[in-house]
């Protein structure tokens, strides 16, 4: 099927006379009539569910959803992005274990990676996304065990090149995980160019309606653990707290790495998302298709709004034939570019603030990426914790507005922006 057709009917079945929608099992546990047909469960040896903590029927069939979207495998929802985040790179690292990542990323992951992981003793190398490919190449170490990166960075809105950082990393025999957010499916398939993970922070244009918090983590099942074996002992070696399992072995490529996580992270960390979460999460799914493409139409309009008013200074949006990420977006993102949007007001950091005092329509918000209208400050909100020269490498200068373009009527977007540039 279609991508259009897989967000309405992917991951879900019914049966003759069961429910058309997607049923929210909402229960902790679920009962079994003998010890033994539960303890199969717990061998992994049968199929089913015995603690919402670890699984739930509802998840499992959202999660499948966005693995036929994204053409992976196997697929886990989370409590957030965040979670998704940690456990992506936690599933294959350890202590005294080293990443590779893109240094223009959510300000969020950057904190979780370089402050939080680093005290359990993972250490991360941020690149440029934009690096030479002997950089790349230098920021590689012998305990390397993974590459990171974001298709459309948030909120520097760089383009990751996917295929060259794909390539940099199965040179060294390590997966490339990629976050997927802000393209969704709909715009990009990460592992069509060579990515082996993608995560995604559901919250954004997945949920569409700012309900739900969730994450999900999707394995395309293409990665050869078994060749670099001595690097990813955990899927690859008996797991003695799991009754002696080889991940590998038991689940193949295809199930390994989403088996691991479930039966080893989810169960000692608990960042389960909730099945009532995850409905609504399906509710946003099945208009993801059609979303995505008025927020890209609604995103270009207001690009070019921006870069022709001459009370604003800069306009990043790679959807503009001037971006320095221009052709990079046409390779990957041929079917639009989303719907965020930097940039900044003449006058700097008062003028921007000015700015968004005295929109109506658009609401000032920490939230991006959903069907209404919202604007960021960044440098005093989400990436706070930065200093100055952080901001820089990050790609997120002080004076920098996120605009996140919803889908309502271009006119009325376009009206607002105008009456609050004009009181500057």
Same mark, same amino acid.
């Given at each position: 099927?279609?991508?259009?057709?897989?967000?309405?009917?992917?991951?879900?079945?019914?049966?003759?006379?069961?429910?058309?929608?997607?049923?929210?099992?909402?229960?902790?546990?679920?009962?079994?009539?003998?010890?033994?047909?539960?303890?199969?469960?717990?061998?992994?040896?049968?199929?089913?569910?015995?603690?919402?903590?670890?699984?739930?029927?509802?998840?499992?069939?959202?999660?499948?959803?966005?693995?036929?979207?994204?053409?992976?495998?196997?697929?886990?929802?989370?409590?957030?992005?965040?979670?998704?985040?940690?456990?992506?790179?936690?599933?294959?690292?350890?202590?005294?274990?080293?990443?590779?990542?893109?240094?223009?990323?959510?300000?969020?992951?950057?904190?979780?990676?370089?402050?939080?992981?680093?005290?359990?003793?993972?250490?991360?190398?941020?690149?440029?996304?934009?690096?030479?490919?002997?950089?790349?190449?230098?920021?590689?170490?012998?305990?390397?065990?993974?590459?990171?990166?974001?298709?459309?960075?948030?909120?520097?809105?760089?383009?990751?090149?996917?295929?060259?950082?794909?390539?940099?990393?199965?040179?060294?025999?390590?997966?490339?995980?990629?976050?997927?957010?802000?393209?969704?499916?709909?715009?990009?398939?990460?592992?069509?160019?060579?990515?082996?993970?993608?995560?995604?922070?559901?919250?954004?244009?997945?949920?569409?309606?700012?309900?739900?918090?969730?994450?999900?983590?999707?394995?395309?099942?293409?990665?050869?653990?078994?060749?670099?074996?001595?690097?990813?002992?955990?899927?690859?070696?008996?797991?003695?707290?799991?009754?002696?399992?080889?991940?590998?072995?038991?689940?193949?490529?295809?199930?390994?790495?989403?088996?691991?996580?479930?039966?080893?992270?989810?169960?000692?960390?608990?960042?389960?998302?909730?099945?009532?979460?995850?409905?609504?999460?399906?509710? $946003?799914?099945? /208009?993801?298709?059609? *979303?995505?493409?008025?927020?890209? +139409?609604?995103?270009?309009?207001?690009?070019?709004? =921006? @870069?022709?008013?001459?009370?604003?200074?800069?306009?990043?949006?790679?959807?503009?034939?001037?971006?320095?990420?221009?052709?990079?977006?046409?390779?990957?993102?041929?079917?639009?570019?989303?719907?965020?949007?930097?940039?900044?007001?003449?006058?700097?950091?008062?003028?921007?603030?000015?700015?968004?005092?005295?929109?109506?329509?658009?609401?000032?918000?920490?939230?991006?990426?959903?069907?209404?209208?919202?604007?960021?400050?960044?440098?005093?909100?989400?990436?706070?914790?930065?200093?100055?020269?952080?901001?820089?490498?990050? $790609?997120?200068? /002080?004076?920098?507005? *996120?605009?996140?373009?919803?889908? +309502?009527?271009?006119?009325?977007?376009?009206?607002? =922006? @105008?009456?609050?540039?004009?009181?500057?």
């Amino acid at each position: 099927m279609n991508q259009d057709t897989l967000c309405l009917h992917a991951g879900y079945t019914p049966g003759n006379g069961e429910p058309r929608q997607i049923p929210i099992i909402q229960s902790t546990t679920f009962r079994y009539a003998t010890s033994e047909a539960m303890g199969k469960l717990f061998d992994l040896e049968a199929e089913g569910y015995f603690y919402t903590r670890l699984q739930n029927p509802t998840n499992d069939h959202v999660a499948a959803k966005i693995a036929a979207l994204e053409g992976g495998t196997a697929a886990m929802l989370t409590s957030s992005g965040q979670a998704a985040s940690f456990y992506a790179i936690f599933n294959i690292c350890s202590c005294g274990d080293h990443v590779v990542s893109s240094s223009t990323i959510y300000g969020g992951t950057y904190n979780l990676f370089a402050v939080t992981m680093k005290r359990m003793g993972i250490e991360f190398t941020f690149v440029a996304p934009d690096c030479s490919d002997e950089e790349l190449d230098a920021a590689f170490r012998p305990n390397t065990k993974a590459v990171f990166g974001e298709t459309i960075a948030n909120p520097a809105l760089t383009v990751l090149d996917i295929e060259r950082f794909a390539k940099a990393a199965h040179a060294h025999g390590v997966p490339l995980i990629v976050d997927n957010t802000f393209a969704t499916p709909i715009l990009c398939r990460p592992f069509e160019w060579g990515a082996d993970i993608v995560t995604h922070s559901t919250t954004k244009y997945m949920d569409g309606h700012a309900a739900a918090v969730g994450g999900c983590i999707v394995d395309s099942g293409k990665f050869d653990w078994n060749a670099y074996a001595d690097k990813y002992p955990g899927l690859t070696t008996p797991d003695e707290s799991y009754h002696g399992i080889t991940y590998t072995e038991r689940f193949g490529l295809a199930g390994a790495y989403i088996t691991k996580a479930t039966a080893q992270l989810m169960r000692d960390f608990g960042s389960i998302q909730s099945p009532q979460n995850a409905y609504l999460l399906n509710l $946003g799914l099945e /208009s993801l298709h059609l *979303r995505m493409r008025r927020h890209s +139409e609604n995103g270009q309009a207001v690009a070019e709004f =921006l @870069e022709n008013h001459p009370k604003v200074g800069w306009v990043n949006y790679c959807g503009l034939q001037g971006n320095k990420y221009h052709a990079l977006a046409e390779k990957y993102l041929p079917d639009g570019c989303c719907g965020v949007v930097s940039f900044g007001v003449k006058g700097g950091r008062p003028a921007a603030e000015a700015f968004m005092k005295n929109l109506k329509l658009a609401s000032i918000a920490t939230h991006v990426a959903d069907a209404k209208t919202c604007v960021l400050h960044p440098a005093s909100s989400t990436h706070r914790q930065m200093n100055d020269e952080e901001l820089r490498a990050a $790609g997120v200068p /002080s004076d920098l507005v *996120r605009l996140s373009v919803g889908i +309502e009527d271009a006119k009325d977007i376009l009206a607002d =922006l @105008e009456q609050a540039l004009a009181q500057i």
